[in-house]
């Protein structure tokens, strides 16, 4: 039942956030045109007035691009050292806005305001980056390891069938699917337990957040299941839609970015939905309160 | 006396049975070279063990002094034989890692001992330390149409590490295995101009030249082993433990057979041809499609070449321990390279089966010289490869097909030549070993393909079939050269177009094959100029060319056209017009500038030089085209999806 009325809570929450993520959205927009906006005058000069593009009508043409040469080359090359900048600084503005937004979603921010989003953003900064930080680590760390203990046995046996070498892989893939949700979960709950107690450092917050995920581990992983099976849910009505989507006039074009970015919109919305749900689920049923610690 | 009567009966017996038919009805070649060979496979010691009676007769008018034999499984004796050399490695420490082959002993017809007669010679690269050729002086030299006869006791040492022949575990791909007859070239046969044996080492980069031969192999090995080889199973017996084989296999150029014993066995059939297919019994999920693979080749050699003429054929898709066994041709019998989990978008098995069946034509039936013009057996390969892959699986997705990604083969095969820094260090009149800069596959497979591709584009489809029918019907079972080719491109081009283009093709060759140049047309630009009325004077005053057209929308226009490449080649050129007009103009290509002019109510809105694509040697499409009016739309949408999945990638990866 908790699990139910956290999830119902946390709609409620996040529809109520709607302009949070409405400036999430913008900030990350602008992050990812800064790279995009040269890429795409580097691409148009490139092809110049050539008409090879129709032959991008139908989908990528690996011709029409590797035709390019050296241009190609370096147009790869920007994009490449383009996209770790904006991943690493997508990093830590992410830092910065997931302060904002729990801080508005917890119980006593009845009402959304500007103020009060920024001013969570900023207090919350330091503690949300280092948080995010160690666990976005530990989880590369473990995913590493998980994957390459099972390559190892593989690469060193000789007489270990394909079928069970795939399904070896397959094992230790399925499992770091497993051990993701507690990790998002420690996240979560580190972070939802620092904007709800300022005073907490960091690493206070971090230990919070293990103590909620595997204090009340039940409720908390199928919490965090239900909503990422909702997140592959939208990412798969996301996938049927757009790949096939080729419009080839300006306006269906336009149409294309205005319908991805309501999409992405709406993937932020989801993403939202489970800040909101888990500080929802610590409220109602803390084993510890922040305060305390 | 007694025992060398006995050895001439019995050598009498080995040629009655060689030339005796058991596969096909009559024989497919002239059978010049035998072999009857009774092994036995020592699992323990990696071996391959016993006798080998084998014939080479001479039907030159030479009298011949020698024979000359490929060692091939030396070339994995040291780091220091030509092939390791070329491939900058070993064989490894250890030896069990090391191959070999030691002949225990060699007799003549007449019983002669031969071991004292053998030396080990290195006609390409004079490498002492490599013993891939073995030369033996005959007790008598062979006079034109004697048969040599020869009885030779040898031992086979598997190499570790499969690289393209030996074992791994108990995996074995036993191929170039044992002692073969190299080619003996009278003077006047493809490039020679004294007689003698082209017998080449055994490189990193070719292996194959050899007479169509009949084989008739026994293999004793252990009774659990599953095999499979380029000739028919004749027989099987038992006894317990161990199991003994019977293999023959006629016209072949060369014979290599596997053995494992947790292949799984599968069959099927296309016309006259039973097709066997051996791979992993957990990789039995793939085999659907390795059949129809092979069965899409046989069907469009059949109509496009000639029939395959073996009614039986098989396929081997190596387990993982083996891969390197994978990927290579011996005529009836050929591997191809799979895994459990193949996506069925990615066409990379049905592409290795069908290049890999392909050269039981193309070095096979037609058995060209692979050291000396690998682009006969892999470039001409490559070439119907490309079309197989691209007729049965998609003209865009021939070698990917993912809603995400279609790649097809054609380009697949064009690209790594047009992207290659060293397109132009050599051309593809070159021995195999003496491509520079690891040019060997840029050149000898994707050049080669890519200008037979362009060819066709010039001579039309239709046409190129043709040759290649006459092709197979002039030199099925022979040993052609790249000139032998090139004459019968001219005589098919000649018969089906005239003198459309020219007296004969040599001007293609001359550029593609025997040349180093690179092919690039360019749109330079279109000039749209107004008509401006002179002041002062009357229309009449003006050229006649503007007779009859409205002056106040007067256009002088200009296509201005350019080769920056070295080759020359004839292409189409479409111009469009602003009011819905198009012209299609024939360029020879050759001068270096060329303007297309026009005068009329009307602008040029694009030009496009080879529309349809068909010099598949221009290194840069992008240039072929030019438009007054660019379409950025196809660009923009790109840019927009790879926001949104940068956007949504950074959601799912940031906490």
Known sequence: MKVLSSLKTGILRSIRLWKGVLIVWFIMFILVSVLMYPFRSSLGSAFGTSMITEKLEGGFDVEAFADLGSTMKSLVTFFTAGFVIVYLTGFIINAFLTGGLFHSLRKDNEKFSYQEFFRGCSANFWSFLVISLIITLIMSFLSGIIILIPLGIISSSETISEKNAYTLVICAVAFILMIIPLFLLVADYARAGKAANSNLSCFTALGFGFSQTFGKLKSSYILMLFLILAQIALGIIILSIFPAWRPVTGGGVFLLLIISQLMFYFRLLFKTWRYASVTSLMESTLVVKPGNL | MERKSAFILGLFFVVNTLNAQIINKVPLSERITGYKMDVRLDTDAKTVSGKMEAYWVNRSGDT???????????????????????????????????????????????GFDLLPEMEYISPDDGNEADRTVLRVILHEPAKPGDTVFVKIGFETKLPSRIRRTGYSGNYYFVAQWFPKFGVYEPAGMRYATVGGWNCHQFHATSEFYSNHSVYDVTVTLPANYITGSGGMLISETADGIMKTQVFRGEDIVDFAWTAWPDYAVLTDRWNNVNITLLMPKDRINQAERQFTAVKNALEYFGKNVGPYPWPHLTFVDPPSIGAGAGGMEYTTLFTSGSSYFMPSFFHKPEM??????????????????????????????????????????????????????????????????????ARQAVSNNEYSWKYPHGTYFIISYFKAATWLNTLMGIVGEETINEVFREYYRKWAFKHPSGTDFVNVVNEVVSREHGDKFGPDMNWFFDQTLYGTGICDYKVQGIDNHKYQKPQGR???????????????????????????????????????????????????????YKDFKYTGNREIEWVKIDPEFKISMDVDYNNNSMTMTPQKAPLHRLVNKITAFIEFYLSIMLL
């Open chain 2, 352 to 421: 290795v089966t069908v290049h890999e069946f392909g050269h039981a034509y193309f070095m096979g039936i037609i058995a060209s010289n692979e050291f000396e013009e690998p682009w006969l057996d892999e470039g001409v390969n490559s070439f119907w490869e490309v079309r197989i892959m691209d007729h049965f699986y998609g003209n865009n997705s021939g070698r990917i097909n993912h809603p995400l990604l279609k790649i097809s083969d054609a380009a697949a095969t064009r690209l790594p030549y047009l992207r290659s820094s």
């Open chain 2, 538 to 592: 009357s229309d009449s005053d003006d050229i006649s060319e503007i007779a009859g057209f409205n002056v106040d929308s007067l256009y002088f226009s200009v296509a201005e056209l350019g080769r920056i490449g070295e080759i020359m080649l004839p292409v189409d050129v479409l111009i469009h017009f602003t009011n819905g007009d198009e012209v299609l103009e024939k360029w020879d290509g050759k001068e270096r």
């Open chain 2, 64 to 110: 011949v002094p020698d024979i000359q034999m490929h060692l091939y499984m030396n070339a994995f004796r040291s780091s220091r034989t030509t092939y390791f050399k070329e491939m900058r490695g070993s064989p490894g420490e250890d030896d069990l890692d090391l191959g070999w082959i030691e002949i225990e002993s060699f007799e003549d017809d007449n």
